[in-house]
């Protein structure tokens, strides 16, 4: 695939991603057949920036994480009030990791 294409992607994508794994996301997207990169530039990924700031207005409801599509997490913190605060506190620092987290793997059942 074509380099330019791809580095195309990564400028309008790279904040969905770890810094890290931008680097593998680039090699893996270079080496891709061009059947797949139809669908890979039509995947929606979720917005760290979005999910941090729903997680401090509505954290302790489990909106976050129903956002990012953890279910059961989502579930336990509506049913605990987010911990009683303290999950919802704790999440501020873990909800845009995992919402990068699971835009990798999203990338990634394409990619491999």
Not at 11 to 27: P, T, W, Y
Not at 71 to 92: E, F, M, S
Not at 93 to 106: C, D, S, V
Request: proline content about 2%; hydrophobic content about 50%.
């Amino acid at each position: 695939m074509e380099a330019q294409k791809v580095d195309m992607f990564i400028m309008a994508n790279g904040k969905f991603f770890e810094s890290h794994q931008v680097g593998l996301i680039r090699d893996r997207l270079i080496a891709l057949d061009d059947s797949k990169w139809g669908l890979i530039q039509t995947m929606q990924f979720k917005d760290p920036t979005t999910s941090i700031i729903v997680s401090i207005l509505a954290g302790s409801l489990g909106i976050d994480r129903f956002m990012i599509g953890d279910t059961g997490l989502g579930v336990g913190k509506l049913l605990t009030c987010g911990g009683l605060g303290i999950w919802a506190i704790i999440d501020w620092f873990l909800i845009m990791p995992a919402t990068r987290e699971k835009n990798m793997a999203k990338l990634q059942q394409v990619l491999y």
